[in-house]
């Protein structure tokens, strides 16, 4: 199970970290992703890590902004978010991967979600 949290209003420029924390399961075995679903959008791809792989992805609009970690003794992932834009406002989620697929992004690639926590970004 995992459960998502961290969410705020906040204002443009400003910073949020988003925690998944994993139950049942030790996330570091797994493929940790970041999505979000704005209102009339769908779902696309923020972040994902790979601790097996010991590799990342970020989509290219939050690259250098965003940053997924993860703490083995909490049994959590991180997503840290510096210089919010009114445009990162959404519901984000986070998932757990088993498949290769991990790094392409694809909703279906990831087969255990969270329930979602919202961001507003405020111009």
């Known amino acids: 199970q995992l459960q998502a949290s961290g969410g705020g209003l906040v204002q443009d420029g400003g910073s949020l970290r988003l925690s998944c924390a994993a139950s049942g399961r030790a996330f570091h075995n797994y493929h940790m992703g970041w999505f979000r679903q704005a209102p009339g959008k769908e779902r696309e791809f923020v972040a994902a890590?790979?601790?097996?792989?010991?590799?990342?992805k970020y989509v290219a609009s939050v690259k250098g902004r965003f940053t997924i970690s993860g703490d083995s003794a909490k049994n959590t992932v991180y997503l840290q978010m510096n210089g919010l834009k009114p445009e990162d406002t959404a519901i984000y989620y986070c998932?757990?991967?088993?498949?290769?697929?991990?790094?392409?992004?694809?909703?279906?690639?990831?087969?255990?979600w969270g329930q979602g926590t919202q961001v507003t970004v405020s111009s």
């Open positions: 890590r790979s601790w097996r792989a010991g590799a990342a």
């Open positions: 998932a757990a991967s088993t498949s290769v697929l991990w790094r392409s992004g694809q909703i279906n690639a990831y087969n255990s």
